[in-house]
């Protein structure tokens, strides 16, 4: 089964369900890595974005505070973030 953060998906619903992941992350491998191989390994695709790609400010510009719990990874699920670096790897797992 998939699981997304709103329901359950089963299998034979999958193929319709067509999720946008984009990662919020510095433009460094560190904790985003095994996160984007979990992705990889499930063929799912994920964007990175920095954030001032992302938030159009500088991280110490205004960013952080902008964040939950103010600081990254975040993972954007059909635009609904998920913070912290565990959690994120345990969804992609999932």
Known sequence: QLICLSRVVPRDEQEDVAMKLQ???FPVRA????????F???KMPCDVLSPTE???KGW????KQET??????????DGKPLAQSGSILRYAAS
């Open 23 to 25: 990662m919020i992350y």
């Open 60 to 63: 110490g510009d205004g960013a």
């Open 40 to 42: 990889a390994y499930a």
């Open 68 to 77: 939950p719990y103010g600081g990254l990874p975040v993972l954007l699920v």
């Open 54 to 56: 992302f938030y159009g």
């Open 31 to 38: 904790r985003q890595e095994p996160i984007l191989m979990a």
